[in-house]
């Protein structure tokens, strides 16, 4: 059942999603080779906590970390460990943050130094899906909008597009209704409405979509050991159109002139 969310509650999460991206900044300025995942996570739980805020994942379903921390071919859901990453690695950091009792979900995808060019297109190819896609949240849009836009997009590059996890409702819970695919389905037709909250969120593969997930039960592995790229921001459907709310007010200017967003 989808759970629409006041004007209040949305504000709770956008406040939430706001700790969230000054996250991700900070992490751009730690992350490079040298450190392990384990550390990056400590790092962001601490900062989550001292916003008096919660990471949302630590516990959830047994998950045992703040952050799911994948890095290369580890598509999502890699758990922080002892690994140390190296020059060119790139790493994907998803993170959850709870506080007012709503829940804000984001990611980014990080180069460690510096990377082949065709990991930053890998990247860029996946992040601009992800604006693309939230350009199409209006009330009365089909999700299909959402991953017919992600799919279409990155199979101009041959990349593949991640399938049999997506994008989903967040707010109350790390997940609820609806799913949100990055790619075309049979239930698409359902309509988007004011007070609806999403997670949209790209995830894509450098080569094959396929996947599989290793005996940790968590992490997923692209199958050919290809790289992968995941971005993810929650957005709200509102009577307009949408309302970005894990990023910074004062950044919203610059992503939709970057990615040419109405």
């Known amino acids: ?8 509650q949305i504000e709770q999460i956008r406040q939430n999603g706001i700790i969230a991206s000054k996250l991700f900044k900070y992490l751009k300025t730690v992350i490079y080779p040298g450190i392990t995942t384990m550390e990056i996570d400590r790092i962001a739980e601490v900062f989550i906590r001292d916003h008096k805020a919660i ?13 799911c921390a994948s890095v290369n071919e580890e598509i999502i859901h890699g758990i922080p460990c002892k690994r140390v990453l190296q020059e060119g690695d790139i790493i994907g950091i998803d993170v959850g943050v709870l506080k007012g009792g709503m829940i ?18 890998l990247m860029d190819v996946t992040e601009t899906a992800l604006y693309k896609a939230i350009s199409k949240v209006r009330p009365g849009a089909p999700l299909n909008d959402i991953g017919g836009t992600v799919e279409d997009y990155a199979s101009q590059f041959r990349m593949g597009v991640v399938r049999g996890y997506c994008g989903h409702g967040v707010g109350f819970e790390n997940h609820e209704d609806p799913e949100v695919p990055n790619y075309r389905f049979r ?3 359902k309509k988007l409405m004011p007070g609806m909250v999403i997670a949209i969120e790209p995830m894509i593969n450098l080569g094959d979509k396929d996947y599989f997930v290793l005996d940790d039960g968590w992490t997923v592995v692209t199958v050919d050991g290809s790289y992968s790229a995941h971005f993810e921001n929650t957005v709200a459907v509102t009577e307009k159109g949408y309302d970005i709310l894990t990023i910074e007010p004062e950044d919203l200017a610059e992503i939709k002139a970057k990615f040419k967003m109405p």
């Open 187 to 189: 239930q698409g037709k």
């Open 55 to 67: 990471p949302s994942f630590k516990g959830y379903e047994g998950f045992p970390c703040s952050i």
């Open 1 to 8: 059942m989808i759970k629409l969310k006041t004007k209040e």
């Open 104 to 121: 804000s979900d984001s990611a980014r995808t990080f180069a460690v130094g510096e990377i082949k060019p065709e990991l930053q297109k």
